[in-house]
C-alpha cells in the first residue's frame, strides 16, 4: 500500500512486489520487469490482486471438488466452461458450486475459468513463440482480442507486451 510517501506491506510477496514498484517509479519499468524476471517472478502485482493464485488456492482447498476439477478444468480448457457445465462435472447444483467458489476462493466459477485461462495464456507466452491467435484458442478464449482483453482487466499489460518484458530473451 502506498499512501503518500509511506509504503507498507504485508507478507513476503507482497514486500517483493513494493521493492519492484519502488524499482519502477525510480528507475522505470524495463529495469523492474528485468529484476522481476531475474527474480522468477512473472509481473509486479496490483495491491488489490491476491498474493495466492486462484489455482494454488484451489489446489491447497481441502474441498475434494476443487481438487478434482483442477485437472478436469485443464483437459477441457478449449470448450465452453458455463457454471452449469461445471456443475454437472461435480454432479452438484449450480448454486452448490457457486457457494464452493465463493466460500473457498472468494471468487465466482466463470471467474475462476478466466483466471485458469489467463495463467496458461501466460505459460504459452513465456515459454513458447505461438502466435496470439493460436494461444487464445488453445486457452478457451473465443480470440486473441478477448485475451488481450483478459490480460489488460487483470494485468495492466497486453499479451504481446507481457511477452516482450517478461519471456526467454533466447
Given at each position: 500500500m502506498k499512501d503518500g510517501n509511506i509504503y507498507t506491506s504485508a507478507g513476503m510477496s507482497a514486500s517483493i512486489d513494493m521493492a519492484l514498484s519502488l524499482i519502477a517509479e525510480d528507475r522505470g519499468d524495463a529495469l523492474a520487469?528485468?529484476?522481476s524476471r531475474e527474480m522468477v517472478l512473472f509481473l509486479r502485482r496490483p495491491?488489490?490482486?491476491p498474493q495466492q493464485s486462484l489455482s494454488l488456492l484451489a489446489q491447497s482447498s481441502n474441498n475434494r471438488n476443487l481438487k478434482a476439477l483442477q485437472p478436469w478444468l485443464q483437459e477441457h480448457l478449449t470448450q465452453e466452461l458455463s457454471v452449469e457445465i461445471l456443475a454437472d462435472q461435480l454432479a452438484m447444483s449450480r448454486s452448490t458450486l457457486i457457494r464452493i467458489f465463493k466460500t473457498e476462493?472468494?471468487?465466482?466459477?466463470?471467474?475462476?475459468v478466466e483466471n485458469v485461462r489467463l495463467e496458461t495464456a501466460r505459460r504459452f507466452l513465456l515459454m513458447t513463440s505461438m502466435n496470439l491467435d493460436r494461444i487464445a484458442a488453445r486457452c478457451?478464449?473465443?480470440s486473441a482480442?478477448?485475451?488481450r482483453r483478459v490480460f489488460m482487466?487483470?494485468?495492466g499489460i497486453s499479451p504481446l507486451h507481457y511477452?516482450?518484458?517478461f519471456g526467454s530473451s533466447e
Open positions: 520487469a528485468e529484476v495491491g488489490h490482486q476462493l472468494n471468487t465466482t466459477p466463470a471467474k475462476y478457451g478464449f473465443t482480442d478477448v485475451m482487466r487483470n494485468l511477452r516482450q518484458q
